[in-house]
């Protein structure tokens, strides 16, 4: 049977935009599905959010030819120091460590956008439809049927493989029968821009607060990317109030590391979760990205994560010769190759947040001693830095390619 696309990527967001430009000129026929334009006030994945990207996401985006646009927007992170609240312990990781220009880079969502839409654009084999909400999937055993829907008319079309990217917005993935187990923080996140007084020097802040991290990220020369972990009724009271009472508040949760804060805008809220799909493909469908697994932004891991699915299911499509890309061979390899990444980033980011917001003793004590051992012990120290920068475990080919 003929199909229209090879594959049909539904949702164009972060990850499912990276795929699409992973797979850009060559042989496959792709359609990506996107309910929002890239720059409409509606898109969730491309918001008023930064992100930090780790070394090896900059290796993907280099390899798949959109580095250089995005690093134009980007703040590179040279430092990283991470503190506890009422505590002695505290370590740094930094450039000097990782022998790399960057630990990371923090970067507008909006700009990766930009970027990955502007690529799929000039790109001739893949088609953007947008903008247009996929309403079911019907995996047949040759091939699967999507049904959309675009300004009002229902479509149909068929593809051999299904990449579900849909950040797990869409009730697509229980429609098809995929189990997602879900749990969600008691807290949320606090988003904002913050000035200082102080030049940033390219340093990120990680502080523990009772509550869980506040998260400094450099940004334009004194100003930086805030992410403030608190219980839902205080980040959305300190959303509202007042920017000077907003900045006394942060100056005394967070101390003067970074100097006097001067500043603030873009403050908004998002509730937070953690949730792992037990299998990541079915029939003719693979999941990835949000949509297969979410993680607490404690340590910027999310997309980051996502972005590794791209490489390696990248990595077996250009491995597939002329098989079916839909087929159980494939996607049961994608699903080896991704599980031990997935999991041990779920239980990292999990664990951080569960260690630092315990007030157990034995809990407290240790993670003191543990964050100041780190600068003593220099194999724990560069592990944390692999992780950090996500150079941990095999890397896609994709990555590799994008050292050159
Ligand atoms: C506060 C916060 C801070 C974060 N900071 C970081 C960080 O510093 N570093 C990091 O790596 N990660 C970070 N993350 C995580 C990161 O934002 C996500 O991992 C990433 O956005 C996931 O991208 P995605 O494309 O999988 O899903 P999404 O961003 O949810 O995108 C899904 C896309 O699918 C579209 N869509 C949905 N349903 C349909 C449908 N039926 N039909 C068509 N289109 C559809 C949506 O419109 C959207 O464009 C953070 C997250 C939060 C909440």
Known sequence: MSVDYDIVIVGGGMVGASMACSLADTDYRIAVIEAFKPDSDQQPSFDERTVALTYSSKLIFNAIGAWLDIVAEACAIKDIEVTNQDSFGFTTLGTKDSHTEALGYVVPTRCIGQVLHRKINNTENIKLICPATVDSIDNKSEYSVVNLNTQNQHKVINCKLVVLADGGRSGLLEQLGF??????????????????????????????????????????????????????????????????????????????????????????????????????????????????????????????????????????????????????????????????????????????????????????????????????????????????????????????????
């Open 179 to 404: 189990k997602l187990k879900t749990e969600s923080y008691p807290q949320s996140a606090l988003i904002g821009i913050v000035a200082t007084d102080t030049l940033h020097n390219n340093k990120a802040f990680e502080h523990f607060t009772g509550h869980g991290p506040l998260a400094l990220l450099p940004l334009r020369e004194r100003d930086y990317a805030l992410a403030w972990t608190l219980p839902e009724t205080d980040a959305r009271e300190l959303a509202a109030c007042t920017d000077h009472l907003f900045l006394e508040k942060l100056q005394t949760a967070f101390g003067k590391r970074a100097g006097q804060f001067k500043a603030v805008a873009s403050r908004n809220v998002y509730p937070l979760s953690h949730a792992i799909l037990s299998r990541p493909w079915l029939q003719r469908t693979v999941v990835i990205g949000n949509a297969a697994h979410i993680v607490h932004p404690v340590a910027g891991q999310g997309f980051n994560l996502g972005l590794r699915d791209v490489g390696f299911l990248h990595e077996l499509l250009m491995n597939n010769g002329f098989q079916d890309p839909g087929g159980p061979s494939l996607l049961s390899e994608y699903s080896k190759l991704r599980q031990h990444d997935t999991k041990i980033v779920g239980q990292f980011t999990d664990g951080l947040i569960r260690t630092f917001t315990s007030d157990f003793f034995p809990v407290k004590a240790g993670r003191n001693i543990g964050l100041s051992a780190i600068n003593l012990l220099p194999r724990v120290k560069k592990e944390l830095l692999r992780r950090t920068m996500g150079l941990h475990g095999r890397q896609s080919r994709l990555a590799i390619s994008g050292k050159q």
